[in-house]
Antibody, heavy 119, light 102 residues
Framework: QVQLVQSGAEVKKPGASVKVSCKASGYRFTSHGISWVRQAPGQGLEWMGWISTYNEKTDFAQKFQGRVSMSTDTSTSTVYLELRSLRSDDTAVYYC????????????WGQGSLVTVSS | DIQMTQSPSTLSASVGDRVTITCRASQSINEWLAWYQQKPGKAPKLLIYKASSLETGVPARFSGSGSGTDFTLTISRLQPDDFATYYCHHQWTFGQGTRVEL
């Protein structure tokens, strides 16, 4: 069965960087792109960006340009999100989500990784 | 950028009610709309894709309709497990969410 398993919670100081992982299993890794979506406490869902697991092409939300990077490791079927220059308002649960087969949606989600930014 | 506007933001309902949530796009998105359900502390779950297609395993009391700019998610008879927050989604934009509460 399809699973996306994310790394654990992190606590970071303002200005630091965080790297979150998302390990995929149960399907051919390179057949579906992965998006990262975050959710601040009590808030809605915010799309951060997308990476092709086939050729590592990326597309980032303008809000995160210059602060975010995404990468893949096909040998371990893992996708990574790195966010730099962390601020307190980056405190959120970060989700990875798999692209649907043929349409604009996300059919499987990771369990979420809480990133807390605090001095 | 296309904006997605959901309404209402909160909806009070009872078990057995018929519930409708609307989502409006700032420009035509054809049928490229999905709906998710999210419960506290959990990841969102895909309910509907391509505006009206029911995801495998989702109960038939959930249905979606619409095209162009106006879309609806309907729960025909609300069950206790349906109290949650619902989001519409197109490409890189989510609606603000609708909390369905008792």
């Amino acid at each position: 069965q399809v699973q996306l398993v994310q790394s654990g919670a992190e606590v970071k100081k303002p200005g630091a960087s965080v790297k979150v992982s998302c390990k995929a299993s149960g399907y051919r890794f390179t057949s579906h792109g992965i998006s990262w979506v975050r959710q601040a406490p009590g808030q809605g869902l915010e799309w951060m960006g997308w990476i092709s697991t086939y050729n590592e092409k990326t597309d980032f939300a303008q809000k995160f340009q210059g602060r975010v990077s995404m990468s893949t490791d096909t040998s371990t079927s893992t996708v990574y999100l790195e966010l730099r220059s962390l601020r307190s308002d980056d405190t959120a649960v970060y989700y990875c989500a798999r692209d649907c087969d043929v349409t604009s949606c996300f059919d499987f989600w990771g369990q979420g990784s809480l990133v807390t930014v605090s001095s | 950028d296309i904006q997605m506007t959901q309404s209402p933001s909160t909806l009070s309902a009872s078990v057995g009610d018929r519930v409708t949530i609307t989502c409006r796009a700032s420009q035509s998105i054809n049928e490229w709309l999905a709906w998710y359900q999210q419960k506290p502390g959990k990841a969102p779950k895909l309910l509907i894709y391509k505006a009206s297609s029911l995801e495998t395993g989702v109960p038939a009391r959930f249905s979606g309709s619409g095209s162009g700019t106006d879309f609806t998610l309907t729960i025909s008879r609300l069950q206790p497990d349906d109290f949650a927050t619902y989001y519409c989604h197109h490409q890189w934009t989510f609606g603000q969410g609708t909390r369905v509460e008792l």
